[in-house]
């Protein structure tokens, strides 16, 4: 696989409630050069965007444990951070294009980690 073609490491928010998930996708992204941050619900997404300003894309799940699901994590990594690029993934919801608002993408269950990651390279342009 290729690297992001700019000149710094891409990061990347991973938000994911199941650990095997969390940490496959993280540790392959980390291995094709991302700088990666990990979370494993909403909450905790928030606190991570708030402390790290550098982070540029979101991949998140959108069924999560605590206050807000991925998509309502979406709107809100839209109105407080509009530059970062959200992708979102489930294997239960399939959203439509207006809650995706538009820019951004959806990745369905099951998918593969290298899947992921070419979806993450693919933002990261």
């Given at each position: ?28 992204l ?43 994590l ?10 970062v ?41």
């Open positions: 696989m290729t690297m992001p073609s700019n000149d710094h490491a891409t990061t990347v928010l991973v938000v994911e409630d199941e650990a095997l998930l969390l940490f496959s996708i993280s540790d392959e980390t291995a094709q050069g991302f700088v990666v941050f990990e979370a494993s619900n909403a909450d905790d997404a928030v606190t991570l965007l708030t402390a790290h300003p550098e982070i540029e894309i979101v991949f998140t799940d959108i069924d999560m444990p605590g206050s807000m699901d991925g998509l309502k979406l709107a809100l990594v839209r109105e407080r951070w509009p530059p690029r959200v992708l979102v993934t489930s294997g239960k919801k399939r959203p439509t294009r207006d809650m995706l608002m538009d820019e951004n993408w959806f990745l369905p269950k099951p998918y593969t980690t290298a899947g992921v990651v070419a979806a993450i390279q693919a933002a990261a342009q």
